[in-house]
């Protein structure tokens, strides 16, 4: 039987919107996946669900607007009650790689900020080897050969991400470098190494981030917890 993809990210996205209150921040990541979530929460919110969203990326919040959601800034807010955002791969034990669509940035501090961070996923995202997977990282241009000279001293070969011949931008102002590190075997090492990189702000390995994926998978969905 084919996998019905999108069928599989929006009964991800319906069980995940479950875990939203009235009067909490809620914020809405990004990618096609959260996409699904948005809407669900329009509808929630057309219903009189009352809450006010923080949203990751331009995208998000252009889409967040359009089902009349309530936005708040972010720095008039001290925590944010649960955040549902996609991954790009996930493994059981919740590590999560993230910035396929470039918004890695204000996902992390979503996510890092927000008490409870909900990820949704199709069950083409479930990875049983995270090293096989390219990582992002918003790198400052300014820093851009000196961050892939360093990242070629930890065994990574990063490509600048382009956007038709010209490098990739980000909503910061910043490029994208995808980092390929064959099999990885210390992600919390690798982690603190590339937080250790003058110019990179940020890479796309959440570790102990995610408190729940939740993947659809056929028909239904399967939620993968912090053991
Ligand atoms: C955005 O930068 C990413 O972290 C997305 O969350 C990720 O790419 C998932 O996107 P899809 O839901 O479109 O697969």
Same mark, same amino acid.
């Given at each position: 039987?084919? &996998?019905d993809i999108e069928k599989e990210k929006q009964l991800a996205a319906k069980e995940a919107v479950k875990f939203i209150?009235?009067?909490? !921040?809620v914020?809405l990541g990004t990618g096609s996946t959260a996409d699904y979530a948005i809407r669900e929460i329009g509808d929630m919110v057309?219903?009189?669900?009352?809450?006010?969203a923080?949203p990751t990326?331009?995208k998000t919040?252009?889409l967040a607007?359009s089902f009349?959601i309530?936005?708040?800034? %972010?720095?008039?807010?001290?925590?944010?009650? #649960?955040t549902i955002d996609g991954a790009? $791969?996930?493994?059981?034990?919740? @590590?999560? #790689?993230?910035?396929?669509g470039? $918004?890695?940035? &204000?996902?992390?501090?979503?996510?890092? #900020?927000?008490?409870?961070?909900i990820i949704i996923v199709d069950s083409?995202k479930?990875?049983?080897?995270?090293? &096989?997977?390219?990582?992002?990282?918003?790198? @400052?241009?300014?820093?851009?050969?000196? !961050?892939?000279?360093?990242?070629?001293? %930890?065994?990574?070969?990063?490509? #600048?991400?382009?956007?038709?011949?010209?490098?990739?931008?980000?909503?910061?102002?910043?490029?994208?470098?995808?980092?390929?590190?064959?099999?990885?075997?210390?992600?919390?090492?690798?982690?603190?190494?590339?937080?250790?990189?003058?110019? @990179? !702000?940020?890479?796309?390995?959440? @570790?102990?981030? $995610?408190?729940?994926?939740i993947m659809g998978?056929?028909?239904?969905t !399967?939620?993968?917890?912090? &053991?």
């Amino acid at each position: 039987m084919s &996998k019905d993809i999108e069928k599989e990210k929006q009964l991800a996205a319906k069980e995940a919107v479950k875990f939203i209150n009235d009067y909490r !921040v809620v914020g809405l990541g990004t990618g096609s996946t959260a996409d699904y979530a948005i809407r669900e929460i329009g509808d929630m919110v057309k219903n009189g669900l009352n809450i006010q969203a923080v949203p990751t990326s331009n995208k998000t919040k252009l889409l967040a607007q359009s089902f009349n959601i309530p936005l708040v800034d %972010i720095n008039t807010v001290d925590s944010i009650d #649960i955040t549902i955002d996609g991954a790009d $791969a996930f493994t059981e034990d919740l @590590i999560l #790689i993230k910035g396929g669509g470039g $918004a890695l940035l &204000k996902e992390k501090v979503v996510a890092s #900020i927000a008490k409870e961070v909900i990820i949704i996923v199709d069950s083409s995202k479930k990875a049983s080897l995270a090293g &096989k997977f390219k990582v992002p990282v918003e790198v @400052i241009p300014f820093a851009s050969r000196y !961050v892939l000279n360093q990242i070629h001293l %930890i065994n990574g070969i990063g490509n #600048i991400r382009l956007s038709g011949d010209q490098p990739f931008i980000t909503e910061h102002c910043n490029f994208i470098v995808d980092v390929d590190f064959g099999r990885i075997d210390d992600l919390d090492f690798l982690s603190y190494k590339l937080n250790s990189i003058e110019g @990179i !702000v940020a890479h796309g390995l959440f @570790i102990k981030l $995610a408190s729940k994926v939740i993947m659809g998978e056929n028909d239904s969905t !399967v939620a993968f917890k912090v &053991k």
